[in-house]
């Protein structure tokens, strides 16, 4: 079973709507919207600061690339490991 995709425009909808002072909680809401709790707790944390203000635009796509570079680090050091030990068992050999 796949996992329903919500577009970013719904997600800040239903943050907004837990951050307002309204009577609805969590509960009331994912029941509403046939939602499930984890998700919409994934969703206030990634559209909420460290401070507890909203992320902006840029602080996401920021953030995002920074996941992707760390990757990137992750992937080329591991390369490199290997590597030299691909150079380390070539040159026993040889000798």
Do not use: H
């Amino acid at each position: 079973m796949t996992r329903p995709k919500y577009d970013k425009e719904f997600k800040q909808t239903i943050v907004d709507l837990l951050s307002l002072e309204t009577p609805k909680s969590i509960d009331e809401i994912c029941k509403e919207y046939n939602l499930k709790k984890p998700t919409v707790y994934r969703w206030l944390k990634e559209f909420k600061s460290e401070t507890g203000a909203f992320k902006d635009e840029a602080t996401l796509a920021y953030e995002k690339e920074i996941r992707q570079l760390k990757k990137q680090l992750k992937d080329a050091q591991m390369e490199r490991d290997i590597l030299k030990k691909a150079v380390s068992i070539f040159s026993v050999s040889d000798k």
